[in-house]
């Protein structure tokens, strides 16, 4: 059973940053594509930046120069670096991982993210 869980949220204010960090356990980690997405009441959970097994990272417009996404295989981690944090960035971030042998998605339970002005 692949379980995410995600660890890092909190509030900040206007032009700080925060680390978020995402422990697999379960999947053959090294092997999928992994990622960030966010939601806030009331929308779609939308892309943040995936990383995949080859090392290929892909980023949501708004998140291009101000976040980066890394991962680490050995210790199956995957972490969101965010800066430059803007009230509207505030949402539920979720951890994902996809298993694209099985097509199968899995998410974390989601961890706020509040960023004051």
């Known amino acids: 059973q692949v379980q995410l869980v995600e660890s890092g949220g909190g509030l900040v204010q206007a032009g700080g940053s925060l680390r978020l960090s995402c422990i697999a356990s379960g999947s053959k980690f090294d092997i999928s594509t992994v990622g960030w997405y966010r939601q806030v009441p009331g929308a779609q959970r939308e892309l943040v930046a995936t990383?995949?097994?080859?090392?290929?990272?892909n980023y949501a417009p708004f998140a291009k120069g101000r976040f980066t996404i890394s991962r680490d295989n050995d210790k199956a981690t995957l972490d969101l670096q965010m800066n430059d944090l803007k009230p509207d960035d505030t949402a539920v971030y979720y951890c994902?991982?996809?298993?694209?042998?099985?097509?199968?998605?899995?998410w974390g339970q989601g961890t706020q993210v509040t960023v004051s002005s």
């Open positions: 994902y991982l996809y298993e694209r042998w099985s097509d199968v998605s899995y």
């Open positions: 990383q995949t097994a080859g090392d290929l990272r």
